[in-house]
């Protein structure tokens, strides 16, 4: 099976983790119920900040003791954190949030990676990962427990959901949090977010779709952009239709840092540049519950923004933070924003600000947008016949972001599932239940080993020739396992052949250290040697040593599979076939 995780049909649940920058949730569905109505999905719900609102999200934070164990998670962490810093006993305490974005993006990952907390104090980002991976497990196994079915951990098949965009040592580092959660690999797979979102508006009737005007289903389309945009990044990819079980994913993944923390960090300085930095800051420690109510108060507010009436946005500067400013400026907020001639925002009376929805726009979504939109315009024209542009993500409700993509798509129509910000958690669960259903994948890299092959006179570079027991080679030859582009099917394998002599009295010793291949990348489909620029040592592909040695004349073969999330190698020797490690993180 694809990804070398168990069948689900063996499994009786499916728990499903989308675990974002901001926000993240989680979900999951009996075997028994998906085969019955795929869509019968639970999924969990907290409170928070006060409210007695339940919430399908919860802010990615989690609180430490002093000791560094774990306190709590969510909103709960949050409000327990906010107490502690307007009381001044914060600093022996750990908070984190925002560690997807500030670990996970890096060009190297390494499981001694450190993430400071909002003091400044280091911790391992594997520990911190897996004890939010943990806290979902345990959450889960209470609630079964509460209705009287308690479940094995065997009975569970998990799934995380991951970005399109993110490299192989990002996911690997994520499964091996899951695994010091208490996650065997065999119970848990990652799914792409985009993918996952596609899988689950397939089954959504247009009645579900904002914007859809016919009673159809999105099954029927044949080729769909899916964007993807989440609180840290945006994703794009292109989902071809083949049937009712079969879709491919046709287009390398793409995108960028666009999401919705960056528009609210983007918010962030525009207050520190109105109120100072000093006074945010101040206001910030002082007032915290307040300064995290300001900023959720804005995450609503944006997805208001409609460009198509200019409409006027009102927004409450909260009271602590007009008295805190005016007190120092020893002036009115109004006379603030006349002082530095913002004219597009009105005040009004108590703090209230009305933003146009056009101001909004242009200072906050645009100037971060651009270039996501840009790459998004690219694809379209890239692909002919593309049905219809699919728009999933928290940030996919908000009116000006989706306004903003119509006009770089054209008259291709943009689609938004009314429970968008549930379409990637809730996909995630089919994939589960399903995961064959996606049978092909392009290749976003060109994959390769090196090796060394006969010299061609005339071709080859000249300080590549080696001469070798009478014969000439070339060194640094890339030998490609797959291109970039290439449409690779479910199942499908590259293999290349390994040779290794031990006969010779300066090599006897390797028979006793594992073998190790090289495995290098390159976005360039046409690649020739392993030192040609862009290309990078991707990973490495260890063969333990046996018990005794390995034998003087050494034979085997190397399958690698890339059609699933993840990439799986295999060993063929005499001694059978067995899937083997594959380490890409430093």
Same mark, same amino acid.
């Given at each position: 099976?694809?990804?070398?995780?168990?069948?689900?049909?063996?499994?009786?649940?499916?728990?499903?983790?989308?675990?974002?920058?901001?926000?993240?949730?989680?979900?999951?569905?009996?075997?028994?119920?998906?085969?019955?109505?795929?869509?019968?999905?639970?999924?969990?719900?907290?409170?928070?900040?006060?409210?007695?609102?339940?919430?399908?999200?919860?802010?990615?934070?989690?609180?430490?003791?002093?000791?560094?164990?774990?306190?709590?998670?969510?909103?709960?962490?949050?409000?327990?954190?906010?107490?502690?810093?307007?009381?001044?006993?914060?600093?022996?305490?750990?908070?984190?949030?925002?560690?997807?974005?500030?670990?996970?993006?890096?060009?190297?990952?390494?499981?001694?990676?450190?993430?400071?907390?909002?003091?400044?104090?280091?911790?391992?980002?594997?520990?911190?990962?897996?004890?939010?991976?943990?806290?979902?497990?345990?959450?889960?196994?209470?609630?079964?427990?509460?209705?009287?079915?308690?479940?094995?951990?065997?009975?569970?098949?998990?799934?995380?959901?991951?970005?399109?965009?993110?490299?192989?040592?990002?996911?690997?580092?994520?499964?091996?949090?899951?695994?010091?959660?208490?996650?065997?690999?065999?119970?848990?797979?990652?799914?792409?977010?985009?993918?996952?979102?596609?899988?689950?508006?397939?089954?959504?009737?247009?009645?579900?779709?904002?914007?859809?005007?016919?009673?159809?289903?999105?099954?029927?389309?044949?080729?769909?952009?899916?964007?993807?945009?989440?609180?840290?990044?945006?994703?794009?990819?292109?989902?071809?239709?083949?049937?009712?079980?079969?879709?491919?994913?046709?287009?390398?993944?793409?995108?960028?840092?666009?999401?919705?923390?960056?528009?609210?960090?983007?918010?962030?300085?525009?207050?520190?540049?109105?109120?100072?930095?000093?006074?945010?800051?101040?206001?910030?420690?002082?007032?915290?519950?307040?300064?995290?109510?300001?900023?959720?108060?804005?995450?609503?507010?944006?997805?208001?923004?409609?460009?198509?009436?200019?409409?006027?946005?009102?927004?409450?500067?909260?009271?602590?933070?007009?008295?805190?400013?005016?007190?120092?400026?020893?002036?009115?907020?109004?006379?603030?924003?006349?002082?530095?001639?913002?004219?597009?925002?009105?005040?009004?009376?108590?703090?209230?600000?009305?933003?146009?929805?056009?101001?909004?726009?242009?200072?906050?979504?645009?100037?971060?947008? #651009?270039?996501? &939109? $840009?790459?998004?315009?690219?694809?379209?024209?890239?692909?002919?016949? %593309?049905? !219809? =542009? @699919?728009?999933?993500?928290?940030?996919?409700?908000?009116?000006?972001?989706?306004?903003?993509?119509?006009?770089?798509?054209?008259?291709?129509?943009?689609?938004?599932?009314?429970?968008?910000?549930?379409?990637?958690?809730?996909?995630?669960?089919?994939?589960?239940?399903?995961?064959?259903?996606?049978?092909?994948?392009?290749?976003?890299?060109?994959?390769?080993?090196?090796?060394?092959?006969?010299?061609?006179?005339?071709?080859?570079?000249?300080?590549?020739?080696?001469?070798?027991?009478?014969?000439?080679?070339?060194?640094?030859?890339?030998?490609?396992?797959?291109?970039?582009?290439?449409?690779?099917?479910?199942?499908?394998?590259?293999?290349?052949?390994? #040779?290794?002599? &031990? $006969?010779?009295?300066?090599?006897?010793?390797?028979?006793?250290?594992? %073998?190790? !291949? =090289? @495995?290098?990348?390159?976005?360039?489909?046409?690649?020739?040697?392993?030192?040609?620029?862009?290309?990078?040592?991707?990973?490495?592909?260890?063969?333990?040593?046996?018990?005794?040695?390995?034998?003087?004349?050494?034979?085997?073969?190397?399958?690698?599979?890339?059609?699933?999330?993840?990439?799986?190698?295999?060993?063929?020797?005499?001694?059978?076939?067995?899937?083997?490690?594959?380490?890409?993180?430093?």
């Amino acid at each position: 099976m694809a990804g070398g995780t168990s069948s689900s049909e063996e499994r009786l649940l499916v728990a499903a983790i989308d675990f974002g920058t901001a926000y993240s949730r989680y979900a999951f569905s009996f075997r028994s119920d998906y085969l019955l109505d795929p869509l019968k999905i639970e999924v969990n719900h907290w409170t928070g900040n006060g409210s007695q609102t339940m919430s399908p999200k919860a802010p990615s934070s989690v609180l430490l003791n002093p000791d560094k164990t774990f306190k709590s998670f969510g909103y709960t962490a949050e409000e327990e954190y906010s107490n502690l810093v307007e009381t001044g006993q914060h600093q022996d305490w750990y908070f984190f949030k925002k560690i997807k974005m500030r670990l996970l993006y890096r060009e190297k990952i390494s499981r001694t990676d450190i993430i400071e907390d909002e003091c400044g104090k280091p911790m391992l980002g594997l520990t911190i990962i897996s004890m939010i991976i943990r806290y979902f497990k345990n959450d889960l196994f209470k609630r079964l427990e509460q209705r009287g079915m308690p479940l094995r951990d065997q009975d569970i098949l998990w799934v995380l959901t991951v970005p399109a965009i993110w490299s192989d040592a990002a996911k690997q580092f994520t499964k091996e949090a899951a695994e010091k959660a208490g996650i065997k690999s065999d119970d848990v797979m990652l799914v792409s977010e985009p993918e996952a979102a596609a899988l689950y508006c397939r089954f959504q009737n247009m009645k579900n779709i904002s914007n859809a005007k016919d009673d159809s289903n999105l099954a029927k389309k044949t080729k769909m952009l899916v964007v993807d945009m989440g609180e840290g990044t945006t994703d794009i990819s292109v989902i071809a239709i083949k049937g009712e079980k079969e879709i491919h994913i046709v287009e390398r993944a793409c995108g960028g840092a666009f999401g919705g923390v960056y528009i609210n960090e983007k918010f962030i300085q525009w207050l520190e540049d109105v109120f100072g930095k000093e006074i945010l800051k101040k206001f910030k420690t002082e007032h915290r519950s307040d300064y995290m109510l300001l900023i959720e108060n804005f995450e609503n507010k944006k997805r208001l923004i409609d460009p198509s009436t200019d409409k006027q946005i009102c927004f409450q500067i909260p009271s602590s933070l007009k008295s805190m400013a005016e007190n120092l400026w020893e002036y009115s907020i109004q006379d603030r924003f006349k002082q530095m001639e913002i004219n597009a925002v009105q005040v009004k009376g108590r703090g209230k600000l009305f933003f146009p929805s056009s101001f909004l726009l242009e200072n906050f979504i645009n100037p971060i947008g #651009k270039n996501v &939109f $840009e790459k998004l315009q690219h694809i379209i024209s890239k692909h002919g016949d %593309i049905d !219809c =542009v @699919l728009a999933v993500g928290g940030l996919a409700q908000s009116l000006g972001v989706v306004s903003e993509i119509r006009k770089y798509v054209k008259d291709i129509p943009v689609y938004v599932p009314f429970d968008s910000s549930l379409a990637v958690v809730c996909g995630a669960l089919l994939y589960g239940h399903e995961n064959n259903i996606i049978k092909a994948r392009v290749c976003p890299y060109s994959y390769g080993i090196q090796t060394m092959r006969p010299f061609i006179d005339g071709k080859d570079d000249e300080t590549k020739k080696v001469i070798q027991e009478g014969k000439t080679w070339c060194k640094h030859s890339f030998r490609a396992l797959y291109k970039a582009g290439d449409l690779v099917k479910l199942g499908d394998v590259s293999s290349y052949n390994l #040779k290794e002599s &031990f $006969e010779d009295e300066n090599r006897k010793h390797k028979r006793f250290k594992p %073998i190790r !291949c =090289v @495995l290098f990348t390159s976005k360039e489909k046409n690649v020739r040697y392993v030192t040609d620029e862009g290309c990078k040592e991707h990973g490495t592909i260890d063969i333990d040593v046996p018990g005794d040695g390995f034998p003087i004349h050494y034979k085997c073969t190397v399958e690698l599979e890339f059609a699933g999330t993840e990439i799986i190698a295999r060993l063929k020797d005499e001694k059978g076939t067995k899937t083997i490690r594959l380490e890409f993180m430093t």
